[in-house]
């Protein structure tokens, strides 16, 4: 039973359990304590988003690694996949990331990466968790062996420098205007500068963060104002990130949204020609379009479906030898250039495709046709509804009204307390009903806390 970590860290509202000052300072004290190995002088890289809680967080991870005989270097607001980066690159003891993602400014979350920038395994987790619960004191270092904090200047530079790696040598962004949306997030400086130094006009969208915007009215959680930016400003592509930069979607020439699944295809199809596509398959998760699976057959490329979330999704990949997966929500995870989803180096992938092609967004980014699909959440107090026998029978009803014209996904969500209901069919009626029946038998449950 976890008591702090979720699926993608920790996460909560800010001065709420388990996002406290004093939660922070023990996950510090017990990760630093965790991920000491060795006699050498331990490190660990430290960044955050644009949240204002981040101040408060930051401070009591400070304090607790230090207190642990851990230096921490401090990068600022940075996103979520140059903290990977630079752990490695700097060759640090672990990695932190604090941010809640897409989820509101009064959210706010702490991610852990091991040395190799990857997200830590479950065991790593339930270690970690082990030491929060028990007394840490005799195990603190002594005065002389308290750790030392130091901010690295240079590390959004850096960050720039390795996404940009990541598109073609040779090609340039030249004559094209993109808008780019940050979400008031992490991502405000660096995703500008770096379409910018390849070339592009860039419209900056959810750049101006003042510490409660991040997610509000922007980003890849509320694209609209995206979209809308693209046709006002004639542009060629609009991108719209998250609060913390790992996941993308993409708005085409005509305002129209592209998914993450969309984005897949066209980055599968583009590295299966270039023979750059290993493993045989594209990792997915359940909630991938049926779309993307029959598209894949095409290019005899395999789609492996994973749980929800991009750790399960990169630990597939791990095991598989794939180097290109991601989410229908937007993480892509592409291992020839990242250890975590990407929303800038997926981007750049995309914006690679439509240099080459001389070809609209609109005529490129569109490879297949969805299958009719609805996602609806039941907001619950108290347990998961989802043992309920009421709801157990109602969800064996739907399968059966289901069977060999689609499929029902039912999850619970691992950062609010929700039960997501997904239904794909070919038939968008089918869809419909089966959506209402299972959130109908959702919303009549009521567990004792």
């Not at 993608?8 to 359990?17: S, V």
């Not at 991920?35 to 009591?60: C, N, P, W």
Request: with cysteine; net charge negative.
């Amino acid at each position: 039973m976890r008591h702090f970590f979720g699926t993608d860290g920790i996460r909560g509202k800010a001065n709420q359990f388990p996002m406290t000052v004093e939660i922070a300072q023990k996950l510090g004290q017990a990760a630093g304590l965790h991920f000491r190995r060795g006699e050498h002088r331990h490190s660990v890289l430290l960044g955050k988003d644009t949240r204002l809680s981040g101040y408060m967080i930051e401070s009591a991870l400070v304090s607790g690694f230090l207190s642990v005989g851990m230096d921490v270097t401090l990068v600022g607001p940075l996103p979520t996949p140059a903290i990977a980066m630079l752990t490695r690159s700097l060759r640090a003891d672990l990695g932190v990331m604090i941010s809640a993602s897409h989820n509101p400014f009064c959210d706010n979350g702490i991610k852990l990466f091991g040395p190799d920038g990857f997200k830590l395994s479950d065991q790593d987790e339930a270690e970690i968790e082990s030491l929060m619960e028990t007394d840490l004191h005799d195990r603190l270092a002594p005065p002389e062996q308290i750790g030392r904090a130091s901010r690295l200047n240079d590390a959004a530079g850096r960050y720039v420098e390795s996404a940009k790696a990541s598109f073609p040598r040779g090609l340039r962004l030249d004559g094209m205007k993109i808008v780019i949306d940050c979400a008031n997030g992490s991502a405000y400086r660096v995703a500008p500068t770096a379409l910018w130094e390849l070339g592009a006009e860039v419209v900056r969208v959810g750049c101006a963060p003042d510490g409660v915007n991040i997610n509000a009215g922007c980003g890849s959680t509320q694209p609209k104002a995206l979209c809308e930016a693209v046709v006002h400003h004639g542009a060629h592509l609009g991108i719209a990130l998250d609060g913390d930069a790992d996941r993308v979607l993409i708005a085409d020439e005509t305002g129209h949204l592209i998914d993450g699944d969309q984005i897949l295809a066209l980055i599968a199809q583009s590295w299966a020609r270039e023979g750059r596509l290993v493993g045989g398959a594209v990792v997915a998760t359940v909630m991938s379009n049926l779309g993307l699976e029959r598209f894949l057959e095409s290019l005899n490329v395999g789609l492996e479906r994973t749980a929800v979330g991009d750790r399960y999704v990169v630990e597939r990949m791990r095991e598989r030898g794939a180097n290109v997966g991601g989410e229908q929500s937007g993480h892509m995870v592409l291992t020839d250039f990242a250890t975590t989803g990407d929303g800038l180096i997926a981007a750049l992938q995309v914006l690679a495709v439509l240099v080459e092609q001389g070809r609209p967004a609109s005529e490129v980014c569109r490879l297949f046709e969805p299958w009719p699909q609805m996602l609806r959440n039941v907001r619950y107090s108290g347990e998961c509804p989802l043992e309920a026998p009421s709801v157990c029978e109602r969800q064996k009803e739907v399968e059966r009204l289901l069977a060999g014209r689609g499929r029902l996904v039912l999850r619970r969500s691992g950062t609010e307390p929700l039960v997501r209901v997904m239904v794909e069919a070919e038939d968008s009626a089918l869809v419909e009903q089966a959506v209402s029946q299972m959130c109908e038998s959702l919303e009549r449950v009521t567990l004792p806390a």
